[in-house]
């Protein structure tokens, strides 16, 4: 297990930060699954929620694909990383 964020942007020009604290929570958690990783959010995680028994009741959000398809999950630092050039690029557009 590992903490990890989730950055998205709710702009098209990439000046608005959305950023959600993630776990990771392993890889291939399914029997036919290959090079996939997941991710769940931090509030279920601490409430005790896990993948293989989660239900639809509990509120958990799975985040899973290949680490390709997971472009906008970062280790911490490396999320930090992606608010800051985005921190420069509001700077340069005056937002």
């Known amino acids: 297990m590992g903490f990890s964020s989730s950055v998205n942007f709710v702009d098209k020009e990439m000046l608005i930060p959305a950023l959600a604290p993630m776990v990771f929570i392993g890889r291939n958690l399914v029997a036919s699954d290959a090079g996939k990783v997941y991710f769940q959010d931090i509030e279920s995680y601490r409430d005790g929620v896990r993948f293989d028994s989660a239900s639809d009741e509990d509120g958990a959000r799975f985040e899973f694909g290949s680490e390709d398809e997971l472009g906008h999950v ?16 509001r700077r340069a557009s005056k937002l």
């Open 74 to 89: 970062f280790e911490y630092e490396k999320g930090l990383e992606v608010l800051m050039a985005c921190s420069l690029r």
